[in-house]
């Protein structure tokens, strides 16, 4: 049994779950793995994303550590950019697997379809 912030996970799949887990925060690490990406890019890159989730989600991910937010203030307007951290790149084998698996499930799976 391992807990985190006071709630219990039964095993080391929770675990991860509990970091990457939910419709958007792998998706969100996809995108950085590239590098750093501001707010708006990441909007552009995730259209479905509401702003309020996106919101949510990166705060969510920097408070793990997964993610770093550094905010440039010396010239206006405010920017905001996220990297990974050193904690987060080691998500990087997972995050691979998983799209590989998923570009995988696009071909064999019949109920995806190509829009």
Known sequence: MYSIDNK?????TTVTMRFIGGKWKAVILYYLVDG????N?????IPTITERTLSLQLKQLEEDK???RK????????MVEYTLTDFGKT????LNEIAKW???AVVT???VEVV
């Open 8 to 12: 219990e996970y039964p095993c080391c």
């Open 91 to 94: 998500l990087l084998p997972v």
């Open 71 to 78: 905010v440039y203030t010396e010239k206006p307007p405010l």
């Open 41 to 45: 890019e990441l909007r552009k890159l």
């Open 66 to 68: 997964i993610i770093n």
């Open 102 to 104: 998923g570009e995988s």
């Open 36 to 39: 750093a990406k501001r707010y």
């Open 109 to 111: 799976s019949e109920k």
